[in-house]
């Protein structure tokens, strides 16, 4: 059975978003950690050089890739590990339930690197 969201839940997706990048941009973090962040948020413009143009996981190891770059190269961390960071960006924030969990879905929703990668 398919499920098609409203315009109000699609909206308030948006919203949720927009407020996440917004304050996640004001905040100051190691610059591959912004990189990282502005990558996995999709905030633009990137804050950092080289600026991370996707990232990919292979089993629970975060992988970016610089924008400059072929493959994935620069070694994020464990999954858990930044999913325990962005929480820790969420509390600092006070981020509300829906900003954390748009956080943390976007980690989990991390695609597999390829094979080639």
Do not use: Q
Request: net charge neutral; aromatic share 8%; charged share 25%.
């Amino acid at each position: 059975m398919l499920y098609y969201k409203s315009a109000n839940e699609i909206a308030t997706e948006l919203v949720v978003a927009h407020r996440v990048r917004r304050e996640v941009a004001a905040l100051a973090t190691p610059p591959r950690l912004t990189a990282a962040l502005d990558a996995l948020l999709e905030i633009t413009p990137r804050r950092t050089e080289p600026a991370f143009a996707e990232i990919a996981a292979c089993e629970e190891l975060v992988f970016a890739r610089a924008e400059s770059r072929p493959t994935f190269e620069y070694y994020v961390g464990h999954r858990d590990v930044l999913a325990a960071k962005l929480r820790d960006i969420a509390n600092y924030l006070e981020l509300g339930r829906a900003e954390r969990a748009f956080l943390l879905t976007r980690l989990y929703a991390i695609p597999p690197a390829s094979a080639g990668d």
